[in-house]
């Protein structure tokens, strides 16, 4: 069991793993993990890959750069957070679309050996205090405003946090307190940066996810797993297709802070989405000969119904949930090779198609797991299934996570022997191939986003004439599910759909996470303990979507 503990150094979150010692020779006999800190392995590619560009597509910071030049930048920034006195081991959160800002955050971060948390925009100020009260984080940085969204009124709403020290604003506008500007912060009269990298073991990320519990989970992931994930699967990379890889995933998803890296460890050309605008996608895979893309079914359907993607682009890596051999099957008409890819913010990849597989493995596996990387498949005893049968997927690898900020966690995460439980159901069959056939874990998954069945339980029952509630997904060929709820009133109780929406508004979440579909009962179906039966509940939500 990994279990997670404080070191002496103020701040700094280590890892204590009885299994430490086979972890680091698997790292170091998967050949993904240099043994040095990540950012000297960033700076080294950085001069190996002098002409790689990141490309950030956006209305208000658009912006295309080299590595060397981004990486040069951000000393700057690491000399102002310096100047700030934040110092190994602290912990600054950065709620960041991604612009360029965000990576000079993340490799100022490296240099200085501080834990970054990236928060995904959609989060309110209900989730962000909890981000920061979590992790003690001494420091925030976000813009004053971006599209609809007034940050100034985020920070407003957040209660106390005694352990913020500094809010580092980009823009101008009008914040509450005393903030510091982005434009000080890289400021030349700062000076030299200090380079206290720390170990490759340090904590050097957390991204929270939504899981079983209500409240978010830290994933803490080291230098060295957020390393083995870029270098591993850059092995996949067609090198016979030069060209750009354009990426969907926002800034504080798992998939959007390892694309940050992977141009410096891999030398591939990346665009960066602020946000989806499909115009500004076609745009940017015309305009920067985008060969690739990472997506979830949300995005891929969007740009083949469009009817004006380029010939160039060959490949689409898809993930999330309701990948469907259907949406597989129409890329491939168009000559774009559709991957089903698996793994979760814990495990970032596991497996994944390759674009030479037959559209059958693609359509229909979720493709061979990741070279360092193994799956087992059990029964509720943990024993092994044979090929072919389900069961509960474990998986271990060089870039498995080090274990959750809320040790309490860990128990369950992981087996005796170190290998991470799921909660995927799924069989792997005799050439090696995976396929997710259900979901032990209570969640949703919306456009990629994961999202709590409980948190979203635990806010429709403040409603009051909530007696009880059960959120499952709705099956959606656009979104993949959207969130629908069970509803049991109280008596004398009404509830429509816009009640909802208003409650969920007035709690300050993500709007992602607010119920789309409300199906009232009487009562709900139990199994003998008492226990809400989620499968009935899925399966009539199937029957209700089918009829649609």
């Known amino acids: ?74 000393l700057r920034v690491a000399a102002g957070l310096n100047a700030l006195g934040l110092e190994r081991g602290d912990v600054i959160v950065a709620q ?97 940066a200090p380079h206290t990298p720390g170990e490759p073991d340090d904590i050097a990320a957390i991204n929270f996810t939504s899981g079983t519990t209500s409240a978010p989970k830290g994933v803490m992931h080291s230098q060295r797993s957020l390393e083995a994930e870029v270098r591993q699967s850059s092995v996949y990379i067609d090198r016979t297709s030069p060209g750009a890889l354009l990426v969907t995933s926002p800034a504080g998803h798992i998939g959007g802070l390892s694309s940050s890296l992977r141009p410096f460890l891999s030398g591939e050309n990346t665009i960066f989405l602020d946000r989806w605008d499909l115009d500004r996608a076609l745009d940017a895979i015309h305009d920067h000969h985008a060969v690739r893309g990472i997506c979830t079914p949300f995005h891929i359907n969007a740009l083949m119904e469009s009817g004006r993607l380029p010939a160039h682009l060959s490949q689409l890596v898809v993930g999330g949930a309701g990948v469907s051999p259907t949406l597989i099957t129409q890329a491939d008409q168009l000559d774009i090779a559709a991957c089903r890819s698996w793994g979760a913010t814990e495990h970032p990849t596991v497996t994944t198609s390759l674009r030479e597989d037959p559209l059958q493995a693609r359509a229909f596996t979720d493709g061979l797991i990741m070279e360092g990387c193994e799956v087992r498949i059990v029964d509720e005893d943990g024993q092994p299934v044979p090929a072919g049968e389900r069961g509960e997927i474990h998986s271990i690898g060089p870039d498995l996570f080090e274990g959750y900020l809320d040790a309490n966690l860990n128990a369950a995460a992981f087996t005796d022997d170190g290998w991470y439980r799921t909660g995927d159901i799924g069989t792997l069959d005799d050439n090696g191939r995976v396929t997710i056939v259900d979901r032990k874990k209570d969640i949703i998954i919306r456009g990629g986003e994961n999202i709590s069945s409980k948190e979203v339980e635990d806010l429709l029952v403040q409603h009051s004439s909530v007696a009880e509630a059960a959120a499952v997904g709705w099956p959606d060929r656009v979104y993949g599910e959207r969130v629908a709820a069970f509803v049991r009133l109280n008596e004398a109780g009404s509830l429509t759909l816009q009640d909802v929406v208003d409650h969920f508004r007035q709690l300050g979440v993500a709007p992602q996470k607010t119920p789309e579909r409300i199906v009232l009962v009487d009562e709900f179906p139990r199994n003998l303990s008492g226990k809400i039966l989620k499968p009935e509940l899925r399966a009539r939500i199937s029957t209700l979507a089918a009829q649609d």
Do not use: C
């Not at 800190?37 to 190996?48: S, Y």
């Not at 990576?103 to 100022?108: C, E, K």
């Not at 920061?132 to 969204?149: F, G, S």
């Open 1 to 74: 069991m990994v279990q997670i503990e404080k070191s002496g150094m103020k701040g700094s979150f280590r890892q204590s793993n009885p299994h430490d010692n086979e972890r680091e020779a698997a790292w170091r006999q998967s050949g993904f993990w240099s043994g040095r800190p990540l950012i000297e392995m960033v700076e080294k590619g950085a001069a190996a890959y002098p002409e790689t560009r990141l490309t950030f597509s956006s209305a208000d910071r658009p912006m295309s750069v080299g590595t060397p030049d981004l990486l040069s930048s951000s």
């Open 96 to 192: 960041i679309p991604h612009w360029a800002e965000g990576v000079q955050l993340l490799l100022a971060s490296l240099r200085l050996g501080l834990v970054f948390v990236p928060v995904v925009h959609i989060y309110g100020p209900g989730e962000l205090e909890f981000i920061l009260d979590q992790t003690k984080a001494r420091a925030l940085v976000m813009p004053d405003r971006w599209r609809n969204i007034d940050y100034a009124r985020r920070v407003a709403a957040l209660g106390d946090l005694p352990a913020l020290e500094h809010l580092i604003v980009l823009g101008d506008g009008a914040m509450p307190g005393l903030p510091a500007r982005w434009s000080d912060l890289v400021d030349a009269r700062h000076g030299l």
